[in-house]
């Protein structure tokens, strides 16, 4: 059974940094294509940033340069740095494979003075 697990989320100050990070059991990670995605209130869901089996990265234009994806093998687990955080970076962001069929819950991360 595919289990991801999101953490690290929370509220912020506009220009702080968080790390979201995503423990995975029951898939073979180390040659998994994972990605991020997040959704703001009233708005579409959005992929934030990508990362297939052999390490190459992809990021949505609004977060280059600032958001960071990395896989570590050895624990299982996915994650994100972000850091220039913005209110508009305020999101549910979910973990999830590159396919599309296993999700987390979800981790609420909040931007605000």
């Known amino acids: 059974q595919v289990r991801l697990v999101e953490s690290g989320g929370g509220l912020v100050q506009p220009g702080g940094s968080l790390r979201l990070s995503c423990t995975t059991s029951?898939?073979?990670?180390?040659?998994?294509?994972m990605g991020w995605s997040r959704q703001a209130p009233g708005k579409q869901r959005e992929l934030v940033a990508h990362?297939?089996?052999?390490?190459?990265?992809n990021y949505t234009d609004s977060v280059k340069g600032r958001f960071a994806i990395s896989k570590d093998w050895a624990w299982n687990r996915l994650y994100l740095e972000m850091n220039s955080l913005k209110p508009e970076d305020t999101a549910i962001y979910y973990c999830h494979t590159a396919n599309s069929r296993y999700w987390g819950r979800g981790t609420q991360v909040t931007i605000s003075s």
């Open positions: 990362i297939s089996s052999d390490g190459r990265t």
């Open positions: 029951g898939l073979t990670f180390k040659y998994a294509s």
